[in-house]
Structure formats: structure tokens, C-alpha cells
């Protein structure tokens, strides 16, 4: 982890410009986040650099990383340049020379949504691929499964009877449970986990859980079974939910991260659709008990390709490898980088970026032990964890976002969308 540099070079007003930005970049109310190079001067950023790449990355020539991020840091003029014709930077005294090949990529990750390569396969397949896959059969399955109540040991009173039955409120815990357990145990089970496997493998240990508790919901015969399978269910459901939109966003290009995310929800809606179609397939079978295991089965499947996607088919998040931890390696980060960014210098701009972004934020928060950053306690990991669940509500900005979801989450409910859901089939 990149920390302020000591060199005689660097002026104690640089330093108290790089914290009065860390701060800045904390308290604004409007999620506005400044370029962490906009501060830097020539020097300064020549310094910065050779450092950088003398510490980090001895694998790059310094004159490539200096090249990188002094386009990362004029990235505006950049993107201008390279819309016009040859010799626009030589005519504006611009200190990078862009290649066409360079041209053409910056254009395309602004003007083009899946121009990266490798973006096609983080988002378009895969962020998609888990909302259209376990998640929304996990749910339908839970749907279905009410019909088949019969099947694991439950009788609840009938539509026409106005009496409430200890059935009644087991069939509701069972429905309930996944929902339950993925917002209590398994969305702040994924900080740990991530901060120790990364990103793919968080999604890999909740395909792993959907899949399991999937196969045991062939074979339960009670309620008591249902309700511990679901619960496992539950929290793989929570570590996916967290975990997925994470490894997009952190993957793809600035200009299109927040399109990413939302396309989120066009996949959820398509997922439904998909899993009641598997579903009233499922009822063509010969009997009720088929029907039952089929229906509680369907998850497994996209689980176990998700699993496979994990391991085999996406890259880690760059910046997962840049961020404090055993897991810490500027040299990982950039080989994922040059395997989603199109050129030498996308990767290498971004690569900087992301790390300056980093080291402005753990200066604002105090953590610039170097042991710490490399090789922290166990008790000094939870410390952590704690101070960033109490962020989201001493930040602003951080804030806002609590209080704007959970706004919306608690109308999704009160309407009657999730209910209608739940009861559809």
C-alpha cells in the first residue's frame, strides 16, 4: 500500500494539499469524487512516479508509468486529443504523444459500452448472469415450494378458513428465512470474506452455499430441515448480492460503472420471468413429490456454472490487489488491468489512479502503518470492518446512499411488490 512519500522533494504544503483533499473527498454531501492527481504538480508527479514504479512495479519502465499518469491526470484533455487529427498534442504542447492505437481506445471506452476486452465477460455475463441465475431461482423456488407445502411436513389452514395455525407462521419463517439471513448474516459476512479471498472468491463460497443447501432441498422432510437449508441459502444469496456488483464496478470503465450496476435490475425482472417458466415446466412432471425436488433442485444448476464462471472465466478486481491485506500486489493489479483494458496505457493510467485514489483514503481515515497495511492483526482487521460500517453514517455521502435505499427498499415492500411475488404462483 502506497503511503505520503518522505522524499526532501515533497513540500510540506504538498502534503497538506494531499490531506486537505482526503478530507474534502470524505465530508462532500454530492459524491463527487476529485481526480486524486489534480493537485499534483509536474514535479511532484515525476517523484510520485518514480517511486511508484521503482517500489511496486519494477516491471514497468518509469517513463511508461509517467507517460500513463500524465494522462490520467489531464484525462479530460486526453479524451479531447484524442478526437482530433495528428498533431494536436505537438500544436497544444501536450507532454504525451498519443499512439492511433491509443486514439482509438480512448474514444471507444467512452463512446463504446463493452469496448474493453474482457469488460463482456465481467458484466454482460457475468453480473447478469447472477441476477438471471441463483438468485432469482433461489426465489422462485422458495415460490414454488409453498404449493408443495404437504411435501415437508406443513398443512396450514386452507384459503377459505380465517384461522391462523402454527403451520401458518412455520410456512411464512421458511419463505422468509433466505430473505432474512441474506440482509443479517450474509451482506456483512462478505466484508471478511472478500477482504480475505477478493471478489471471485466471495461469489465462488455463495455458489458453493446455494449449491449445497440446493441438493439438501431435494431430500428435506420437514420444516425444521427447510428452514436450516434456507438459512444457508440465505446468507450464499447475501454474499453473491454483495460481491457481484462489487467485482463489476470495479472492473469496468469509469464512464460506464454506474450503467453496469444498473442495468442490475433489467436482470433481475428477466431472472423471474426465466425461473416461473422453469418452474411450470416443473409441473408437468408425474407427480407432486417430482415436481417438489425438481423445483427445490433448479438452483444448483446455475449455481454450479457460476461457480465455474468464478474460477475459470472472470478476472479478479484490480482493486482488490491494491487495497490493504495479505492479498496487496501492485503486479497482480496491473496483469488484471492489462487483461481488461485495451492498451499498455489504460491499464497503467488506471492502475495509478486507483492506488492514489486509495492511499487519499486511508490518509483521511489514519491508516498509513505500512505493517498494517501489509500484514494486519486479526483484532486490527475487525477494528476495521467496524469503522467502515460506522462510515455509512458519519460521512455524508455515505449516508445519503443508506438513507435513499433503504427509502426505497422499505416502499418495495409496503406496496405489496414483494408479496405479489411470493404469492404470484
Known amino acids: 500500500m502506497t503511503t505520503p512519500l518522505t522524499h526532501p522533494a515533497y513540500s510540506n504544503n504538498y502534503r497538506d494539499r494531499t490531506f486537505a483533499i482526503a478530507k474534502t473527498r470524505s465530508a462532500n454531501d454530492r ?3 476529485e481526480n486524486p492527481l489534480a493537485h499534483f504538480t509536474d514535479a511532484e508527479l515525476e517523484l510520485d512516479v518514480r517511486n511508484f514504479a521503482e517500489t511496486f512495479l519494477p516491471s514497468v519502465r518509469y517513463q511508461e508509468l509517467l507517460r500513463a499518469a500524465r494522462v490520467g491526470k489531464d484525462i479530460q484533455i486526453y479524451d479531447e486529443a484524442a478526437r482530433q487529427p495528428a498533431g494536436f498534442e505537438e500544436r497544444n504542447r501536450l507532454a504525451v504523444i498519443l499512439t492511433e492505437e491509443e486514439k482509438i481506445a480512448l474514444r471507444n471506452e467512452k463512446d463504446v459500452a463493452f469496448s474493453e476486452k474482457g469488460m463482456l465477460a465481467v458484466i454482460a455475463h457475468w453480473q447478469h448472469f447472477c441476477k ?3 438468485n432469482r431461482f433461489v426465489q422462485s423456488s422458495v415460490n414454488g415450494a409453498s404449493l408443495y407445502m404437504n411435501q415437508w411436513g406443513l398443512n396450514p389452514s386452507n384459503e377459505t378458513s380465517h384461522q391462523i395455525t402454527p ?8 419463505n422468509a428465512s433466505p430473505f432474512f439471513f441474506a440482509a443479517l448474516v450474509g451482506c456483512p459476512l462478505s466484508l471478511p470474506i472478500n477482504y480475505w479471498f477478493g471478489r471471485k472468491g466471495g461469489i465462488s463460497v455463495a455458489a458453493i452455499l446455494i449449491f449445497a443447501s440446493s441438493i439438501g432441498a431435494i431430500f428435506v422432510t420437514s420444516w425444521t ?20 456488483p462489487i467485482l463489476a464496478s470495479e472492473t469496468a470503465v469509469g464512464f460506464w460503472r ?3 450496476i444498473l442495468a442490475w435490475q433489467l436482470w433481475v425482472a428477466f431472472g423471474i420471468m426465466m425461473s416461473f417458466v422453469f418452474n411450470l415446466i416443473f409441473t408437468q412432471a408425474t407427480n407432486p413429490t417430482t415436481t417438489f425436488r425438481l423445483i427445490q433442485g433448479a438452483p444448483l444448476v446455475p449455481a454450479f456454472a457460476l461457480l465455474t464462471m468464478a474460477l475459470f472465466v472472470c478476472p479478479e478486481s484490480p482493486r482488490f490487489h491494491l487495497l490493504k491485506g495479505p492479498n496487496y500486489s501492485v503486479e497482480k493489479a496491473y496483469t488484471v488491468l492489462k487483461r481488461v483494458r485495451n492498451t499498455k496505457l489504460q491499464a497503467l493510467r488506471d492502475l495509478y489512479l486507483v492506488s492514489k485514489s486509495i492511499e487519499q483514503e486511508n490518509m483521511d481515515s489514519g491508516d498509513l502503518d505500512p505493517q ?3 500484514s494486519p492483526g486479526f483484532f486490527w482487521v475487525i477494528r476495521d470492518f467496524a469503522r467502515q460500517f460506522v462510515q455509512l453514517f458519519q460521512r455524508r455521502r455515505l449516508y445519503n446512499a443508506v438513507l435513499s435505499t ?6 418495495q415492500q409496503l406496496c ?8 404470484i404462483t
Open 372 to 374: 498494517a497495511m501489509m
Open 258 to 260: 454506474g450503467s453496469a
Open 225 to 244: 430441515q427447510m428452514f436450516g437449508i434456507r438459512v444457508i441459502n440465505g446468507i450464499g444469496m447475501g454474499i453473491k448480492a454483495v460481491s457481484t
Open 416 to 423: 405489496g411488490g414483494e408479496s405479489n411475488y411470493l404469492v
Open 132 to 134: 438471471v441465475g441463483p
Open 167 to 174: 403451520d401458518n407462521w412455520k410456512l411464512g419463517a421458511a
Open 406 to 411: 433503504s427509502t426505497v427498499n422499505l416502499a
Open 31 to 33: 459524491a463527487v469524487i
